[in-house]
């Protein structure tokens, strides 16, 4: 790149960080038997990503608070669980609960 002139970075690319858990996600999945260990139900890797039972690697301990990508640190979770977890503030027995309504109705 010549002298004086940058790359521009889109913002949301700017914010992301590396990740080494995508080479570990058939493992962890596999380890885990494809359950969820959140709600403790199967997930469905044959639904489109974008479905709620769609498996997805979740950190036990979270980025932000010191955990990594290491395979101790990581378990399978449905989408949903995942993402539900993520935002809630009643914590893991909420999510899980509110999941397996979820998941035992479909």
Known sequence: ???????????????????THGKHRQAVLERDDFICLICDLLTDPDVGTTADQYPTLDHIIRVVDGGGDDLDNLRTAHKWCNSALNVSLFGEGWVRARAQDRFRQS
Do not use: V, Y
Request: aromatic share 0%.
């Open 1 to 19: 790149m010549r002298k004086g002139i940058t790359k521009s970075i889109p913002h949301s690319m700017a914010q992301r960080r590396p990740t």
